[in-house]
């Protein structure tokens, strides 16, 4: 496609329930990034994935955030047993993943936990 | 470890004047890049400027150029002759370079109002 893409724009769940986020990344990027942006807040980093190597899930802030990634293409941020204090945008970004280049976002999922 | 410093959560300028918008960053690594992001009310994340580590200028883009100080870790955004839709929240943000491992993380941000 000619960006990247993300399902569904947006989502209203029920405290614990559980959510899964999609991202369509630019076709031939290598590098994903997963982002959580609180209101009026900057951008948190959750996960990055680079081609074959393991992902770096430095940023998930608990056990209940997961995310997957296909190859090279479409990623999946999963989050469990929701809580309020999910509710967020969470915007995915793709880039090239060689060397010095930007990186492209999507228009993000707003989560809305009630 | 990697970190990006924007000590203004707010900026003000007037319309057709010069802003300078803070960011000092922390790294190990010997090569780097740096980025600012504008996001408007809008949400959508657009792409400023760039300046890697080893540059030798300062980047520029049009309106923007990125005063890059390295020995002081910092990474400035100048937009001179502001203009009303520059009002947007700012983000600076850092990769690094080294063996294809390129994470990026962001600053807190800065938004900027521009008054007529």
């Known amino acids: 496609g000619a960006g990247v893409s993300q399902s569904p724009s947006n989502k209203v769940t029920e405290k614990g329930k559980d959510v899964e986020l999609r991202c369509d990344p630019i076709s031939g990027h290598t590098a994903l990034y997963w982002y959580r942006q609180r209101l009026g807040q900057g951008l948190e980093f959750l996960i990055y994935?680079?081609?074959?190597?393991?992902?770096?899930k430095s940023g998930l802030p608990s056990d209940r955030f997961s995310a997957e990634r296909t190859g090279e293409s479409v990623s999946t941020l999963t989050i469990q047993r929701t809580q309020q204090e999910d509710s967020a945008v969470y915007l995915c970004?793709?880039?090239?993943?060689?060397?010095?280049?930007?990186?492209?976002f999507g228009q993000g999922t707003r989560l809305t936990v009630v | 470890a990697q970190k990006i410093t924007q000590t203004q959560p707010g900026m003000f300028v007037q319309e057709k004047e010069a802003v300078t918008l803070d960011c000092t960053y922390d790294?190990?690594?010997?090569?780097?890049?740096l980025f600012w992001y504008k996001q408007p009310s809008s949400g959508e994340m657009i792409f400023l400027i760039y300046?890697?580590?080893?540059?030798?200028q300062n980047a520029t883009e049009g309106r923007y150029s990125l005063n890059f100080q390295k020995a002081r870790k910092s990474a400035n955004l100048v937009i001179s002759a502001s203009q009303l839709g520059d009002s947007a929240m700012y983000f600076c943000a850092m990769s690094p370079l080294s063996g294809g491992y390129n994470k990026l993380i962001f600053g807190a941000g800065t938004r900027l109002a521009v008054h007529p």
């Open positions: 300046q890697g580590s080893y540059d030798q």
């Open positions: 790294t190990s690594d010997p090569s780097y890049g």
């Open positions: 994935f680079q081609g074959n190597s393991a992902p770096d």
């Open positions: 970004a793709s880039s090239l993943g060689q060397g010095p280049d930007e990186a492209f």
